[in-house]
């Protein structure tokens, strides 16, 4: 099948590249490996993320954005162009049209290096979008109506939230705390509490399992396995369910409050539709035990988790590509 249109969601965490027809067509880790001495690429995504803490010091692993804001303009177009040539394959006859999610507080001099990166790699023509727009998209919000419809995206490094109507951000808050966060936040806790250190990998898998953004009546006990810091030996122990919510309390509050403030800068028509509609939890932060109940709870707006929240952006970018006549507002830019 000939590629004519490409969407990517670059995120902090994860970059998925969508194909409209086909799908998510690559998911692979944001994160590129550079020589120090020559600052030569050597490596991009999945690859690249295997050399994370395990490389000599000729190398650098490192992640181009961090907490959903880009802190790198090179290594951000190196791995564009990897993901862009990836999905094109050896093959093309087509320059394709390439649609962008960036974050929503992001610079014109960072949106040029997007559109600049993605003409480097064979695009014909580049348009960058702002998160949470793809995000209401994707979640199949009527974001062109004149009708408030409020999105919250919840990702690696950052929860976005945005009131959208006529397709256009009405009033927005982004905030540097998402996923990367909460598992940091399970990392400490276990550190303090039970002299214990694990991985990145380990805080995520706990997460997952048993973690929930409230605390519940019946407790639920797993096992963690660690480097004990007293005697640097192995060390098991068990965990609640509940003691890793309170881990995370701090993490939420920040999101509960980045919310609030959203809500408290929506003009009163727009909050009367998000009221009587209520608002959709999009990105992996959506997949935390109970989200949308703490977000009901603490906000009195009805919550409620987008299908396949991880593949929102993406599936934005492709539904955004074949209809960019109905969706031409919400385009911040094109080259």
């Known amino acids: 099948m000939l590629i004519r249109k490409l969407g990517i969601d670059l995120g902090t965490t994860n970059t998925l590249v969508f194909v409209p027809g086909r799908g998510v067509i690559i998911n692979e880790p944001s994160v590129v490996a550079v020589g120090v001495d020559d600052e030569k690429i050597l490596a991009v995504g999945n690859v690249a993320k295997e050399m994370l803490g395990r490389t000599p010091d000729s190398i650098i692993a490192t992640k181009p954005l961090k907490d959903g804001v880009i802190a790198d303009y090179r290594m951000t177009q190196a791995m564009l162009s990897y993901f862009i040539n990836k999905a094109f394959g050896r093959f093309r006859l087509f320059r394709p049209d390439v649609m962008i999610s960036v974050p929503a507080g ?47 995206n919840i990702g690696g490094g950052t929860i976005e939230i945005a009131v959208i109507s006529l397709g256009g951000i009405v009033a927005w808050n982004s905030k540097r705390v998402g996923g990367n966060k909460l598992d940091a936040a399970i990392i400490e806790y276990l550190r303090k509490k039970h002299s214990l250190a694990i991985g990145e990998q380990t805080a995520e898998e706990i997460k997952m399992a048993i973690g929930s953004a409230m605390t519940s009546k019946k407790e639920e006990f797993t096992e963690i396995r660690g480097r004990d810091l007293v005697d640097g030996l192995p060390k098991t ?15 939420l509050d920040e999101m509960v409050k980045a919310v609030k403030d959203v809500l408290q800068k929506t003009p009163p028509e727009l909050a009367a539709d998000i009221i009587e509609k209520g608002m959709v939890i999009s990105g992996g932060g959506a997949l935390l035990k109970n989200i949308d109940s703490l977000l009901t709870k603490e906000t009195g707006v009805a919550a409620y988790i987008a299908s396949e929240p991880l593949l929102c952006v993406a599936k934005g970018t492709g539904l955004a590509l074949d209809n960019l006549e109905i969706y031409k507002r919400s385009i911040m830019s094109k080259k």
């Open 106 to 152: 992001i610079t014109s001099t960072e949106r040029r290096a997007v559109i600049e990166a993605a003409l480097q790699a064979g695009a014909k023509a580049a348009y960058v979008v702002k998160e949470p727009i793809l995000a209401a998209i994707g979640a199949n919000l009527p974001i062109n109506e004149s009708s408030g419809n409020l999105i919250v």
């Open 237 to 251: 122990i068990k965990v609640s369910n509940n003691s890793i919510t309170e881990a995370m309390k701090d993490e």
